[in-house]
């Protein structure tokens, strides 16, 4: 069965870091991109970055484009977000999935960005 857990999510003032994780099972994961997700509290799931299969590109929502790196490690089945100059607007629960999306879909890790 597919699965994805996600880790690495807290409460940290603006301007701090945070770095994501995400451990998939279930399928092979080198054969698939994989995503990160945000959804902020009362907005839909949007997305945030993509990285290809070898993880040799990546992609970026504009909202978060130069303080984020996707990074992947195909012989742990891990996927990465290093998060810097968190925003108050970060803050939400963060989600990993492949592309296209499998289900059920993780629980999420929880980010909070406040002074």
């Known amino acids: 069965q597919v699965q994805f857990v996600e880790s690495g999510g807290g409460s940290v003032q603006p301007g701090e870091s945070l770095r994501l994780s995400c451990a998939a099972s279930?399928?092979?994961?080198?054969?698939?991109?994989m995503r990160w997700y945000l959804q902020a509290p009362g907005k839909e799931r949007e997305w945030l970055a993509t990285i290809t299969r070898p993880g040799t590109s990546s992609a970026y929502a504009d909202s978060v484009k130069g303080r984020v790196t996707i990074s992947r490690d195909n012989d742990k089945n891990m996927v990465y977000l290093q998060m810097d100059n968190l925003k108050p607007e970060d803050r939400g629960v963060y989600y990993c999935n492949r592309v296209p999306p499998g289900q059920p879909w993780g629980q999420g890790t929880q980010v909070t960005v406040s002074t």
């Open positions: 279930g399928f092979t994961f080198s054969d698939f991109a």
